[in-house]
């Protein structure tokens, strides 16, 4: 079993719809959850990051951590074009570094 | 914002051959940097971390001897991919956290290396 899932996609969506994008996890012991996002050819990006469970919003983006259920979700309101790219989930154990990635989700949204 | 510059950003090389890619933090010291290795359609792959001025660390099932690393100064650190084959291709990414310490990473646009 892989650390780290996520489904690869590629989820395609209508301008304005909301996205949910979802990531589980096998390591109880990772406390620090970080999403990035990486656009074809390039670096990834962080984007918002949560420690423990609980919610985080930043404009369109809320990320949420259940540790009860080992289960990541990343929601993108009002999803414009310039959201389509590749979304990381990538949990580490302490802090942001020697983080663990997933395989990313692939997001097109289409105008 | 902190900034990451890789170079080159695609290479092409002959199997066989050695290949240096760079890492430089532009506007900030970095005394750890962290080379990534992503295949198509797989998620990033922690290869190994460098540390300016000593040894650098590598993860289980790397061959350091092929992966040199070498991080001279607290702005570069730089990878070679030695003796390079065809199964080296990939996309090979660097990144470095900000300050203060313990801050989120920061990447650089990455190398695709191709070997023929």
């Known amino acids: 079993q892989k650390e780290v899932e996520q489904d690869p996609g590629p989820l395609s969506v209508p301008e304005g719809a909301i996205v949910s994008l979802n990531c589980t996890y096998s390591n109880s012991a990772f406390q620090y959850f970080m999403w990035y996002r990486q656009y074809s050819r390039k670096g990834p990006e962080l984007l918002m990051y949560t420690y423990s469970s609980g919610n985080k919003e930043d404009g369109r983006f809320t990320a949420q951590v259940d540790k009860s259920s080992k289960y990541i979700s990343l929601f993108i309101r009002d999803s414009q074009p310039s959201d389509s790219a590749t979304y990381l989930c990538a949990p580490s154990f302490r802090g942001f570094q020697k983080l663990v990635f997933g395989t990313g989700t692939r997001l097109l949204v289409s105008p | 914002g902190a900034v990451v510059s890789q170079h080159p950003s695609w290479v092409i090389c002959k199997s066989g051959t050695s290949v240096k890619i760079e890492c430089r933090s532009l506007?900030?010291?970095?005394?750890?940097m962290f080379w990534y290795r992503q295949f198509p359609k797989q998620s990033l792959m922690l290869m190994a971390t460098s540390n300016e001025g000593s040894k650098a660390t590598y993860e289980q099932g790397v061959e350091k001897d092929k992966f040199l690393i070498n991080h001279a100064s607290l702005t570069l650190s730089t990878l070679t991919v030695t003796s390079a084959h065809p199964e080296d291709s990939s996309f090979y990414i660097c990144?470095?956290?900000?300050?203060?310490?313990?801050?989120?990473?920061?990447f650089g646009n990455g190398t695709r290396l191709t070997v023929t």
């Open positions: 506007d900030f010291q970095a005394t750890t």
């Open positions: 990144s470095a956290p900000g300050t203060p310490d313990n801050s989120p990473l920061h």
